[in-house]
């Protein structure tokens, strides 16, 4: 497993609330991205509640860890390019435009590893694949659109 500072650590707070990485989300996943040689890499471990049926965790839920494993690597990966190290400035934050799973196989209720490799980054956007593993092997595979947030930040309505 990859050391070092992750990604989610770095995000400033007006945007570390998400449901999976965000870390002032005391409820949420709370995953942590880190770089790992040419990519990206995430452990997570889900709980019993997280079952689809027993033994094997909810679709919702790798979808969720594929989410947000992919912006996080969208994050590292603009650091990278811009000749930064994660945790030693504030991170750019990516949302996500568009996401694709592929459940290869029932994914069980154990250690899952995540690896995220760059497809593209131009500008504001970047495209990401990542493998989800357990045990060695690959139950699905997601593909992403991600775009990093606008240093203004978005308006709600209201």
């Given at each position: 497993?990859a050391?070092?500072?992750?990604i989610?650590?770095a995000?400033?707070?007006d945007v570390s609330?998400c449901?999976g990485?965000g870390?002032?989300?005391e409820?949420?996943?709370?995953?942590?991205?880190?770089?790992?040689?040419d990519?990206t890499?995430?452990?997570f471990?889900?709980?019993?509640?997280?079952?689809?049926?027993?033994g094997y965790a909810?679709?919702?839920?790798v979808?969720?860890i594929i989410?947000?494993h992919?912006?996080?690597?969208a994050?590292?990966?603009?650091?990278?390019r811009d000749?930064k190290?994660?945790?030693?400035d504030?991170?750019?934050?990516?949302?996500t435009?568009h996401?694709?799973?592929?459940y290869?196989l029932?994914?069980?209720?154990?250690a899952m590893?995540?690896?995220?490799?760059l497809?593209?980054?131009?500008g504001?956007?970047?495209i990401?694949?990542?493998?989800?593993?357990?045990d060695?092997?690959?139950?699905a595979?997601g593909s992403a659109?991600?775009?990093?947030?606008p240093e203004?930040?978005?308006?709600?309505?209201?």
């Open positions: 497993m050391d070092g500072p992750a989610q650590d995000y400033p707070e609330h449901y990485c870390r002032l989300n409820i949420g996943h709370q995953i942590k991205t880190r770089p790992d040689d990519g890499v995430t452990e471990t889900p709980e019993p509640f997280h079952t689809a049926v027993p909810y679709g919702g839920v979808a969720s989410d947000c992919s912006t996080g690597s994050s590292i990966f603009a650091m990278q000749g190290k994660v945790g030693a504030p991170s750019p934050r990516f949302v435009g996401l694709e799973v592929d290869l029932p994914t069980p209720l154990g590893l995540l690896t995220g490799r497809v593209e980054l131009a504001r956007k970047a990401v694949e990542t493998d989800l593993s357990v060695g092997v690959v139950t595979k659109i991600l775009v990093e947030i203004d930040r978005w308006q709600l309505p209201g």
